[in-house]
């Protein structure tokens, strides 16, 4: 179903994700490669709110117009002619009822997943990597979760909440849904975990890059490592948080912390990951508009999918090439 003329603009007409067509139909989805889904869940945060309004933004912050298309200069392939790529729209969500908008977000991901595309999740607060990823993890057991982000989100509980925005990877671990030695974290930096999350994420065979490594080896370098120390799962899981980029870069986030990534080398890494292993699942979280200056954090947000979805698109048309 378009929602969209085929002429116009991208300011106007129908909101969805680089302007592709709407597909709420679950039933509708087979003949696609990749959904969007938006999660516009913030009722688990510590800190600022606002990321309830992030999918949208996200969706929003493109300047093309017309049919979609991006043709990625450096990987000389556009995504939206290679894969089949539609916007299922928004889980469902209960205002002041994040578990039962979580719950929802599984039970979404879930029937995407089973109905064959690939799902790459727009959030919301980081609350949603859990559900996200246990929906993704049952379809494909063989996955390793990279996480892009200043925090490890590997507490407990925050203010005595378990399903904080700042506990999803912690519980994932301990609940068995991934293996620690298929997390690894790149990123961190700032003042929290504290070490005893550090200890705890040792003992767990979690792996992680700080910040301090980027900035010291460079991007490049720590993923080469990030690609070894995945290299036995078949398939890849993305969780990005935007506040993984420096303040400067992506403003509009709920805790940011100041020393981060600039954006190229957040995509950078992204397009490395995506280009060299399956993608399984992908989400990209803690856009918080009302937090925003010009947009800037909403268009890295749009431009990191963008990134996975030309490497993703890449992948696949070399896979089909004959040898
Ligand atoms: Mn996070």
Redesign the pocket.
Known sequence: MLVNRPSEPAYSGGPTFQKVPLVLDVAELGTADIAIVGAPIDDMVSHRPGTRFGPREIRLAVDGGGEPAAWHMDLSVDPFSELVIVDHGDSAVFPGNGVASLEALRATVSAVLGAGPTTVVLGGD?SIAYPDIAAVAAHNPDVAVVQF???A?TATEIWDVKWS?GTPFRHLVDDGVIPGERLVQVGLRGYWPFPEEFEWAHSAGVRWHRMEEVIERGIENVMDDVLEEISDASALFLSV?I?VLDPAFAPGTGTPEPGGMATRELLRAVRRVALEKDLAGMEV??VSPPYDHAGITAMAAHRVVLEALSAVALRRKRNRAPR
Do not use: A, G, I, N
């Open positions: 980081h982000d200043t925090h989100d925005h948080d506040d979280v803690e």
